[in-house]
């Protein structure tokens, strides 16, 4: 093994394993939900005060962040959100659960199809919430939502968008390949949701 050998392996990624504690009784599957759900709910642990008009925006963020969690231990939740949801209320505040119980998703179609989700919330917020989650997931972002909820609240959709472009560049430079901010189409829902 020559000196370029050493050097190329020593650029691999790090494996990384994630332990899924299974309970008695439970499936693997219903126990990656229940992890996810809990990420979800630890990250916007942290967030201020949730205005009663932004519930939705929040319970939809909730969705897309455990869907995206899932996704990364092998569980694709979008083919059953309702279980997800489920989850996410049990184990969420009183103030949220009722949101997040009311969620319903369907399948996203026409040119508003986007690659990062294959549903929609019905609701417009909280099809925006959904993906902003979604994002902040992938990207690792704690902040997204306490400092979009400050920028909601006073209706700054722009300066939303370019926290939602800031979290994803944090990304993309480890990244370079990916595709990490929203596309037209994403922008084009968030502005008409949030409006």
């Not at 969690?69 to 949220?96: F, I, R, T």
């Not at 990304?171 to 189409?185: I, S």
Request: net charge neutral.
């Amino acid at each position: 093994m020559g000196w370029r050998d050493i050097n190329m392996n020593r650029r691999k990624p790090p494996v990384r394993l994630a332990v899924i504690a299974v309970e008695e009784g439970q499936d693997a599957r219903e126990a990656v939900l229940r992890k996810a759900s809990l990420i979800a709910l630890a990250a916007v642990a942290g967030s201020p005060a949730i205005a009663p008009g932004l519930r939705p925006f929040v319970a939809g963020y909730l969705a897309g962040f455990a869907r995206h969690q899932a996704l990364k231990h092998g569980v694709d939740a979008e083919n059953g959100m309702a279980s997800l949801c489920a989850v996410l209320a049990h184990d969420a505040p009183s103030a949220l659960a009722e949101e997040i119980a009311a969620l319903r998703f369907s399948p996203r179609t026409g040119s508003l199809r986007t690659s990062r989700a294959m549903l929609r919330a019905e609701e417009g917020i909280a099809d925006a919430g959904y993906l902003a989650g979604h994002l902040a997931s992938l990207c690792g972002s704690e902040r997204l939502l306490g400092s979009g909820l400050k920028l909601l609240a006073a209706g700054d959709i722009g300066a939303f968008l370019t926290a939602c472009d800031i979290a994803a560049d944090r990304l993309q430079t480890h990244q370079p390949t990916m595709a990490l901010r929203f596309d037209e189409d994403e922008r084009a829902i968030l502005r008409q949701a949030l409006a």
